[in-house]
């Protein structure tokens, strides 16, 4: 079994980082997370950030970015990936109304760029998935393979939300075999077979407390060569710091322990 890292992904503890930023990551690296990866820097400038994390012995392992965000402002964007010590741009998200196989394709376009232009500095830009990705297609085609099969892949990298895959009805063991080598980051999400909420689309929880079959996930997460896990919980029903303590305890006991 290979020795991978454990971040965190901090939208889990979204408001928490609102109210304290520099705090949090405190907290985080406290509880034993050996890196994170960001959604917005919290207005921090990238020196401070990378005082902030070495002083902390966290890992910046990367940044979720709107896809806007990669086309309009790109080279401050791997400014500061590079001033803090990170390599991977991820594109994490679409909004609703830019889903459609129309759209997909100008997207396929534009990451293809974004993507060559990352790789000629020295940063790597992976896609993020959510559900909406295996139920759009092109020319019949899941957008999600469609993706990967039409941009190279020095220029683009996956990083699967094990959660998500499932969700949509994939077998996340067979999946992440079939990304092996392009797979530098998975994201490791439980949840509820059946939803407490109605009104969730997916009713996330802690490790081990949902319905993945986690160790085996970790396993085929390890023979593809996978460098990090990244914990990430949509939505909490206890305390956002408790519940990712809760799943870094699990990933220990679990995991860790072989090590």
């Not at 890292?5 to 980082?17: A, E, K, M, N, S």
């Not at 998935?129 to 469609?146: L, W, Y």
């Amino acid at each position: 079994m290979k020795r991978m890292g454990i971040g965190l992904q901090l939208f889990t503890v979204r408001d928490q980082l609102a109210a304290d930023f520099e705090g949090t990551l405190r907290h985080v690296a406290g509880l034993g997370y050996e890196g994170v990866e960001f959604f917005h820097y919290g207005d921090i400038p990238a020196a401070r950030m990378k005082e902030l994390l070495d002083e902390l012995g966290l890992k910046a392992i990367g940044c979720h970015i709107q896809l806007s965000s990669l086309k309009d402002n790109l080279q401050a964007e791997i400014d500061y990936l590079k001033t803090i010590g990170s390599k991977y741009a991820v594109c994490p998200w679409l909004p609703e109304e830019l889903r459609s196989a129309e759209a997909w394709q100008q997207h396929l376009v534009d990451l293809a760029a974004i993507g060559k232009a990352c790789t000629e500095q020295g940063i790597e830009l992976l896609y993020h998935n959510h559900d909406f990705e295996f139920s759009t297609k092109i020319d019949g085609q899941m957008v999600f393979e469609a993706m990967f099969e039409r941009i190279p892949a020095e220029n683009l990298k996956v990083e699967m939300d094990i959660g998500w895959v499932q969700f949509s009805g994939i077998d996340p063991v067979a999946y992440i075999a079939k990304y092996a080598g392009r797979l530098p980051i998975v994201h490791l999400k439980d949840y509820l077979k059946e939803s407490r909420d109605p009104g969730k689309t997916i009713d996330t929880v802690e490790l081990g407390e949902g319905s993945l079959a986690l160790n085996d996930i970790i396993q085929a997460a390890s023979d593809a060569d996978v460098d990090w896990i990244i914990v990430e919980q949509d939505s909490c029903t206890n305390p956002p710091l408790e519940a990712v303590e809760t799943s870094l305890n699990w990933l220990k006991q679990n995991y860790l322990n072989q090590f």
